[in-house]
């Protein structure tokens, strides 16, 4: 039971990552990235083909963290010539191109049979007590990841993403160069999201095409949007519930009587209505973005 | 401090703007009038950078900046308002001023993770310069208040504040009157007036004669895309061609005519 615990929240942790990685682009910013899964997955293959080749770990992310941020740089400045609608469509477009290489570059990839076995972190230790200090190295890193995305969030540089998101002629009209400011949040989200898959592929040892299927990254919009579209800290409620819900579905077939696809198709299903509930009920989350109070006079 | 040399901008072949010249020069403030449909908030997207002029040049400070983009013109010293503010409802009255300033070290990612001293001291100059703006404007006591949820004239006062935490060289309004109610009117004119006293160069677009002779020394009309006077608000009624831009339209006469004049010249 405490290792299922630890596991559910080794999965939260990674996921709330990620979540926080996709609210600064779309609950901030507003800019519908819907390719997130292709730099978690730069960042989890980036990691894996590294250590399939026993190098250590440290440097699969910082391989991932940069080629991550490069494409995230390089989508961020599509955004320059398209509409905010067809730019969300050529990120849809740029996660199936990471998905269909990962697919077709077997002797780099493992293509349809992705690469299993990549090693995990604290692989000295016993079971239990590997998964507790796993979980608590992925705590730490979400941590940094919260105070990193909240300290963006709520300086000038959030201020100015959120103008933009709002009125981007306006920021622009107030000298905020809205094409390098949003190359800059796309930049950062991407490195999070690497960091997010490379501690994925580690902890699940496995990462294949199979994972980076557009549902990857709905389930991280579904996060977003349940905890609060633009609030930090709603990022990691929606990825702590998603997640308990998502995982916890995985045992539908105790209760009802449905073949393994059908179980399958369930928890997808639930995740769906969530995410439509959500947005037609309650659009502003649980934790809703807040008007921040007045500064104080000196 | 402004040269606009014969600009032309046309959309799917209706010529927004064709060949219109205008000069600002610093300390001055000058009006933009003409029917709708005339070309003012065209002339003005040309100068701000929101619009790419077919042809001519746009001369800021001695300064080419034709086609340049919006934040460079601005970083220039040129800010512009919209016509609607629009300001959004998720972001407080301060925090639009703020976001108004340029804190150069609080807007790269970089800084705002690692000098933490440098960028709260930055920011806490900011916030000072912006509550003495928001005094000024009267809007002291609703900094805490999600700016969309002021009223039309409110958010324009806003919009002012926000554009003036960068100390502009020169401010370009369009329509700053739009939806304001009379006596914030009066207050807006005021404000304008101030400001040119303290250096700040004017360009006003502005359907209401009343606000333009308040606050412009001279004016510009502008008729299809073309200037075609400029003198004193005042001198305004000496020329018939204005009347005739202006009132000319209802009469199809007239419209046949210009039409005609048109097809001459």
Not at chain 1, 123 to 147: C, K, W
Not at chain 1, 256 to 283: C, E, K, M, N, P
Not at chain 2, 47 to 60: I, K, N, T
Not at chain 2, 133 to 154: F, M, T, V
Request: charge should be neutral; hydrophobic fraction near 50%.
């Amino acid at each position: 039971m405490v290792e299922y615990l630890l596991g559910v929240g080794i999965l939260a942790a990674v996921y709330a990552i990620n979540a926080l990685s996709l609210n600064l682009q779309v609950g901030v910013t507003g800019l519908l990235n819907f390719g997130q899964v292709a730099f978690v997955g730069i960042g989890a293959y980036s990691v894996a083909i590294l250590d399939s080749h026993d190098v250590p770990w440290i440097v699969g992310f910082l391989v991932g963290a940069v080629l991550a941020g490069a494409a995230g740089a390089l989508v961020g400045r599509l955004g320059r010539t398209l509409a905010s609608d067809y730019w969300a469509i050529a990120t849809l477009a740029l996660a199936e191109l990471v998905r269909l290489v990962a697919l077709n570059q077997d002797g780099f990839t493992g293509g349809a049979q992705g690469l299993s076995a990549v090693s995990g972190i604290w692989t000295g230790m016993s079971t239990t007590a590997r998964e507790a200090a796993t979980f608590a190295t992925i705590v730490v890193v979400l941590g940094i990841a919260y105070l990193v995305a909240r300290r963006v969030r709520n300086g000038q540089y959030g201020r100015v993403l959120v103008l933009i998101r709002e009125n981007p002629d306006l920021a622009a009209s107030l000298r905020h160069n809205v094409v390098s400011a949003k190359v800059r949040v796309m930049a950062l989200s991407a490195v999070m999201a690497s960091v997010c898959g490379g501690f994925y592929a580690m902890y699940i040892s496995f990462i294949g095409p199979g994972q980076l299927l557009p549902f990857a990254t709905f389930l991280i919009f579904t996060m977003v949007v349940v905890g609060g579209l633009g609030n930090t800290t709603g990022a990691v409620v929606g990825a702590v519930l998603i997640t308990v819900l998502y995982d916890g579905t995985r045992f539908v077939r105790d209760w009802i009587d449905v073949s393994a696809d059908q179980a399958a198709g369930i928890r997808i299903l639930v995740i769906g209505v969530v995410l439509l509930g959500f947005l037609l009920v309650r659009t502003e989350g649980l934790v809703p973005e807040k008007v921040k109070a007045a500064h104080a006079r000196r | 401090m402004l040269v606009v040399e014969g600009i032309k901008k046309h959309f799917a072949g209706i010529a927004a703007l064709d060949g219109a010249s205008i000069e600002v020069r610093a300390g001055e403030s000058v009006g933009l009038v003409g029917p709708n449909g005339s070309g003012k908030s065209t002339a003005l997207n040309c100068c701000s950078g929101f619009e790419r002029p077919d042809a001519g040049r746009v001369l800021l400070l001695g300064k080419d900046v034709t086609g340049k983009e919006p934040w460079d013109v601005a970083k220039l010293g040129l800010v512009r308002t919209f016509q609607h503010a629009n300001l959004p409802t998720k972001m407080s009255v301060m925090d639009l001023m703020l976001a108004g300033g340029h804190l150069v070290r609080g807007e790269t990612i970089r800084h705002s993770l690692v000098s933490w001293k440098r960028v709260r001291e930055e920011e806490a100059d900011a916030v000072d310069k912006a509550w003495s703006i928001l005094e000024r404007i009267k809007l002291d006591k609703l900094a805490g208040h999600p700016g969309g949820k002021l009223s039309g004239g409110q958010q324009k006062l806003l919009s002012l504040g926000m554009a003036l935490m960068g100390d502009p060289k020169i401010l370009m309004l369009d329509e700053p009157t739009a939806g304001v109610n009379p006596s914030l009117r009066v207050e807006l004119a005021e404000h304008l007036r101030k400001l040119q006293t303290e250096g700040v160069t004017l360009l006003t677009v502005e359907h209401d004669m009343r606000f333009i002779s308040d606050v412009c020394d001279r004016v510009y009309v502008l008729d299809r895309g073309a200037i075609i006077a400029s003198c004193a608000p005042a001198e305004l009624s000496d020329h018939p061609e204005v009347l005739e831009a202006y009132l000319g339209r209802s009469g199809s006469r007239a419209v046949v005519e210009s039409a005609d004049r048109r097809t001459l010249s």
